[in-house]
């Protein structure tokens, strides 16, 4: 049987590693779009974005409607495109991520 595995090039976890991110983040270009919804941008998201703003980045910040469907991924990709982001994060669960990454 074969089986594929795909994964990051790299994969940093740590307690506060969030918010030391920044030589991690800094090789995707300065302009991210940071996908995050209500609840978690109130949790950490607002920190977050005053992190990544007071260490040179330009956030671009989208709120996501909560659905990974191919209607939201264009929104958030037209948004990205327009603003001319040089990475996405997203911030948040599941869906929020899976979206991200598409």
């Known amino acids: 049987m074969i089986k594929a595995f795909a994964s990051p090039s790299s994969y940093v976890q740590g307690k506060g590693v969030l918010f030391e991110s920044k030589p991690y983040l800094e090789s995707f270009g300065t302009k991210p779009l940071l996908i995050t919804c209500g609840h978690v941008y109130e949790a950490v998201g607002k920190d977050f974005e005053a992190y990544l703003t007071k260490q040179g980045f330009d956030v671009i910040l989208v709120n996501f409607n909560g659905e990974s469907s191919t209607k939201e991924i264009d929104r958030i ?9 040089t990475a996405i994060y997203g911030l948040g669960g599941g869906k929020t991520s899976d979206t991200a990454k598409a």
């Open 77 to 85: 990709a037209a948004i990205a495109k327009d603003q001319g982001a």
